[in-house]
């Protein structure tokens, strides 16, 4: 069965003023969508047809087209999800345990994340992962995530940060860390905690 681009659990401008509805119309159809149809293109015909995301993540992340393509349909798949119009705030419940335990306290894991988002080069991610049931923080390049062997970070990522410039630049330009700081603004801690939960 062919991969399909997500539904926004939100309007397109339902994160403004944070993230404006141009940007996010053009992320997710355009962006978002494109790796969709060329990972499609990609695994047609091929022995990979019929597995699923993590499988071609894990086990054939050595495809070019299926690294950038299938990393970007995930990486983008789970970004939205952990957005949303009443993000924001400080998490609380079973993930703000966990960030305590890892970090010391919320404000020193916002410092840490925001420096793992703001020094990686280029275009990437910046990732919050679940290993061996704690939280730990990492960066990725391109569409790469923790699920693909080799990245440098591993475990079951909850929480992403897209540094793509497309992911920014028409409302903050070349301003990166306002888009990060931003960011904490729109979190949704609720599914965080939810998808903290399941990893654990």
């Given at each position: 069965?062919?991969?399909?681009?997500?539904?926004?659990?939100?309007?397109?401008?339902?994160?403004?003023?944070?993230?404006?509805?141009q940007t996010m119309e053009i992320h997710h159809?355009?962006?978002?969508?494109?790796?969709?149809?060329?990972?499609?293109?990609?695994?047609?015909?091929?022995?990979?047809?019929?597995?699923?995301?993590?499988?071609?993540?894990?086990?054939?992340?050595?495809?070019?087209?299926?690294?950038?393509?299938?990393?970007?349909?995930?990486?983008?798949?789970?970004?939205?999800?952990?957005?949303?119009?009443?993000?924001?705030?400080?998490?609380?419940?079973?993930?703000?345990?966990?960030?305590?335990?890892?970090?010391?306290?919320?404000?020193?894991?916002?410092?840490?994340?925001?420096?793992?988002?703001?020094?990686?080069?280029?275009?990437?991610?910046?990732?919050?992962?679940?290993?061996?049931?704690?939280?730990?923080?990492?960066?990725?390049?391109?569409?790469?995530?923790?699920?693909?062997?080799?990245?440098?970070?591993?475990?079951?990522?909850?929480?992403?940060?897209?540094?793509?410039?497309?992911?920014?630049?028409?409302?903050?330009?070349?301003?990166?860390?306002?888009?990060?700081?931003?960011?904490?603004?729109?979190i949704n801690w609720e599914e965080v905690?939810?998808?903290?939960?399941?990893?654990?």
């Open positions: 069965m062919a991969f399909e681009l997500p539904e926004l659990p939100y309007a397109h401008e339902a994160l403004e003023p944070y993230i404006d509805k159809g355009k962006h978002h969508g494109g790796y969709v149809t060329k990972l499609n293109a990609a695994v047609e015909g091929t022995d990979m047809t019929g597995k699923s995301l993590e499988e071609l993540l894990k086990d054939h992340s050595d495809v070019p087209a299926v690294r950038n393509n299938g990393g970007g349909h995930w990486n983008h798949s789970l970004f939205w999800t952990i957005m949303g119009p009443d993000g924001g705030g400080n998490p609380t419940g079973d993930i703000m345990d966990a960030i305590h335990e890892a970090f010391g306290d919320f404000e020193k894991f916002k410092t840490e994340f925001s420096n793992a988002a703001a020094t990686r080069f280029g275009s990437g991610w910046a990732w919050v992962c679940v290993k061996d049931g704690k939280l730990e923080i990492c960066s990725s390049a391109n569409q790469d995530n923790p699920l693909m062997p080799g990245v440098g970070c591993g475990g079951t990522p909850i929480l992403g940060l897209d540094v793509w410039e497309h992911a920014y630049y028409l409302k903050y330009q070349n301003k990166r860390p306002d888009y990060i700081d931003a960011f904490f603004s729109v905690n939810k998808k903290f939960l399941a990893a654990k």
